[in-house]
C-alpha cells in the first residue's frame, strides 16, 4: 500500500512516500481503507521526537490518527462491523507506528463508529482527536444545564468543537479568541470575549459571579482560569499539567468508540459542525504539517487518500 512514513525523528523533511505491507487485521480490529484523514499538531510533534519519553515509538512509522473510510476487512470476533460499513475513527494505538496517513489502517473495533451522514468525507475525517477531547473534558467534568462554561481558544479546532458541545449539554458558553473569530463564536453559540491582558475582568463583566467550568485548549492561562472560576468550580486542560495543583484536571483523550458515536449523533442532530480549512494529496502530507505548525488555520486540514 502506499503510505508516508519516516524512519527517523526530525522535521517534514523525514517525510516520505514509501510502499509498505498491508497491515495485519488482528481479533477485535477491521481494516479500514482510507478515504480521508485529519492533520493535527500531535503529528508532527511525535514526528519531531518531542514525545519521545510519554509513547513508544516502532520505525517506520506511518503518522496520523484520525481516518474516516470504509471497512475492508474484519478481524475475529469484530461483529460489530461489516465489509462496507462507512466508519470514522480516533485510531491511536499503544505504540506508535501504523497511522492513518495511508492507503489502510487497521483499527481496534472500541475506538471505531460510524461515519455520520450529515459530515462529508472531509468534515468526518476532522471529527474524532478533536472532537473526543472537547467531549471528555467537558463530561468529566460533568457539564450541564445549569453551567457557565468558559473556553480558552474558543475559535481553535479542538475549542470550536467544545463550544459546541457545551452549548449541546445546555450549557452557557464563554468563549476566548482573537477579535477576527468573534463573529465565529457568536454563530457557534458562545459569547466572545479577546484573549490577552484585561482577559479575566472581561469575563467578570459577562459573569460577576464567576464561571462553574472552565475548559483550557491552548494552556498558559491558569491564572485566568483560577481568577474567574467561582467557589466549587472545576476546571481541566489538554495543555497545562500545572492544573493538577489548583484542583483542576489534566487530560488526554482516549479513543473511545461509543463517545464518537454520541458525536455522530450531535451531528446528525444538527448541533455539532466540523470547520475544514483545506484539504491536501497524501502527498503533500508534508505541506500539511507545515501549515499546521503555523497554528493560524481556521479548520481542519484533511489528507485526501
Same mark, same amino acid.
Request: aromatic share 6%; no cysteine.
Given at each position: 500500500?502506499?503510505?508516508?512514513?519516516?524512519?527517523?525523528?526530525?522535521?517534514?523533511?523525514?517525510?516520505?512516500?514509501?510502499?509498505?505491507?498491508?497491515?495485519?487485521?488482528?481479533?477485535?480490529?477491521?481494516?479500514?481503507?482510507?478515504?480521508?484523514?485529519?492533520?493535527?499538531?500531535?503529528?508532527?510533534?511525535?514526528?519531531?521526537?518531542?514525545?519521545?519519553?510519554?509513547?513508544?515509538?516502532?520505525?517506520?512509522?506511518?503518522?496520523?490518527?484520525?481516518?474516516?473510510?470504509? =471497512?475492508?476487512?474484519? /478481524?475475529?470476533?469484530?461483529?460489530?462491523?461489516?465489509?462496507?460499513?462507512?466508519?470514522?475513527?480516533?485510531?491511536?494505538?499503544?505504540?506508535?507506528?501504523?497511522?492513518?496517513?495511508?492507503?489502510? =489502517?487497521?483499527?481496534?473495533?472500541?475506538?471505531?463508529?460510524?461515519?455520520?451522514?450529515?459530515?462529508?468525507?472531509?468534515?468526518?475525517?476532522?471529527?474524532?482527536?478533536?472532537?473526543?477531547?472537547?467531549?471528555?473534558?467537558?463530561?468529566?467534568?460533568?457539564?450541564?444545564?445549569?453551567?457557565?462554561?468558559?473556553?480558552?481558544?474558543?475559535? /481553535?479546532?479542538?475549542? %470550536?468543537?467544545?463550544?459546541?458541545?457545551?452549548?449541546?449539554?445546555?450549557? *452557557?458558553?464563554?468563549?476566548?479568541? %482573537?477579535?477576527?473569530?468573534?463573529?465565529?463564536?457568536?454563530?457557534?453559540?458562545?459569547?466572545?470575549?479577546?484573549?490577552?491582558?484585561?482577559?479575566?475582568?472581561?469575563?467578570?463583566?459577562?459573569?460577576?459571579?464567576?464561571?462553574?467550568?472552565?475548559?483550557?485548549?491552548?494552556?498558559?492561562?491558569?491564572?485566568?482560569?483560577?481568577?474567574? !472560576?467561582?467557589?466549587?468550580?472545576?476546571?481541566?486542560?489538554?495543555?497545562?499539567?500545572?492544573?493538577?495543583?489548583?484542583?483542576?484536571?489534566?487530560?488526554?483523550?482516549?479513543?473511545?468508540?461509543?463517545?464518537?458515536?454520541? !458525536?455522530?449523533?450531535?451531528?446528525?442532530?444538527?448541533? !455539532? #459542525?466540523?470547520?475544514?480549512?483545506? #484539504?491536501?494529496? !497524501?502527498?503533500?502530507?508534508?505541506?500539511?504539517?507545515?501549515? %499546521? *505548525?503555523?497554528?493560524?488555520?481556521?479548520?481542519?486540514?484533511?489528507?485526501?487518500?
Amino acid at each position: 500500500m502506499r503510505a508516508m512514513a519516516y524512519h527517523t525523528y526530525g522535521g517534514t523533511e523525514v517525510l516520505a512516500e514509501t510502499r509498505l505491507p498491508l497491515p495485519k487485521v488482528g481479533p477485535g480490529e477491521v481494516l479500514v481503507r482510507v478515504r480521508r484523514a485529519a492533520v493535527n499538531p500531535v503529528d508532527w510533534k511525535i514526528m519531531s521526537g518531542g514525545l519521545d519519553a510519554l509513547m513508544d515509538v516502532v520505525h517506520p512509522v506511518v503518522p496520523g490518527w484520525d481516518v474516516a473510510g470504509t =471497512v475492508e476487512r474484519v /478481524g475475529i470476533d469484530a461483529p460489530e462491523f461489516a465489509e462496507g460499513d462507512e466508519v470514522i475513527a480516533y485510531a491511536r494505538k499503544d505504540y506508535v507506528h501504523g497511522g492513518t496517513f495511508a492507503e489502510f =489502517v487497521s483499527v481496534p473495533v472500541r475506538a471505531v463508529a460510524r461515519k455520520p451522514a450529515s459530515l462529508d468525507w472531509d468534515q468526518a475525517a476532522g471529527l474524532p482527536l478533536a472532537g473526543l477531547t472537547a467531549y471528555q473534558l467537558l463530561t468529566r467534568l460533568g457539564t450541564g444545564k445549569d453551567d457557565t462554561v468558559l473556553v480558552h481558544g474558543a475559535a /481553535g479546532g479542538v475549542g %470550536s468543537l467544545g463550544v459546541q458541545i457545551a452549548r449541546a449539554l445546555g450549557a *452557557r458558553v464563554i468563549g476566548t479568541a %482573537s477579535p477576527r473569530n468573534h463573529d465565529r463564536l457568536r454563530e457557534l453559540g458562545a459569547e466572545p470575549v479577546a484573549y490577552g491582558d484585561g482577559l479575566a475582568d472581561r469575563v467578570r463583566a459577562l459573569a460577576p459571579d464567576g464561571v462553574s467550568v472552565v475548559a483550557d485548549f491552548v494552556g498558559g492561562v491558569l491564572d485566568v482560569t483560577r481568577a474567574v !472560576l467561582r467557589e466549587g468550580g472545576r476546571h481541566a486542560s489538554i495543555a497545562d499539567p500545572g492544573v493538577l495543583g489548583a484542583g483542576g484536571q489534566w487530560m488526554w483523550v482516549r479513543p473511545v468508540g461509543s463517545d464518537l458515536a454520541e !458525536l455522530g449523533r450531535l451531528a446528525d442532530a444538527g448541533l !455539532l #459542525t466540523v470547520p475544514v480549512a483545506t #484539504t491536501f494529496p !497524501l502527498a503533500r502530507l508534508a505541506e500539511a504539517f507545515e501549515l %499546521s *505548525r503555523t497554528g493560524h488555520t481556521a479548520g481542519k486540514i484533511i489528507i485526501e487518500v
